[in-house]
């Protein structure tokens, strides 16, 4: 069974990038435009993976993360690993990733191939 990745981001072009790169890869993936939408999705998709921006509206990435490792609702799902692929590289903020439960962080602009390596290092190869 394919490895199950959720890409949460609110611009569709780096949606549909980080899409392309995983799925050639031949990961199965989900979006979501923000952390709100994606916390819908969670419990149905169950993901293996979670690559998050930071800022979005509605729930930003560090709120998202923040949920996902401590509201009950989603005790089963809160050992998640979570990347944060963002804009965003001060210290402050990777250290409030961290704090939240982030696993990783990565600066856009990303390489695809950097971006792979990391997913493989966290979950393993697609299958």
Do not use: H
């Amino acid at each position: 069974m394919s490895k199950k990745i959720m890409i949460i981001d609110d611009s569709k072009p780096i949606r549909q990038l980080v899409s392309l790169t995983l799925e050639a890869a031949k990961y199965e993936v989900l979006t979501a435009e923000d952390g709100r939408d994606a916390l819908s999705k969670v419990p149905t998709f169950q993901p293996n993976l979670i690559i998050c921006d930071v800022n979005m509206p509605n729930m930003n990435g560090i709120d998202f993360v923040k949920a996902m490792k401590s509201e009950a609702a989603y005790d089963e799902f809160k050992f998640i690993p979570i990347v944060m692929l963002t804009t965003e590289s001060s210290e402050q903020k990777k250290n409030e990733g961290q704090v939240a439960g982030a696993k990783a962080w990565m600066v856009k602009p990303f390489l695809p191939e950097r971006l792979l390596a990391v997913v493989e290092k966290i979950v393993g190869t697609p299958e």
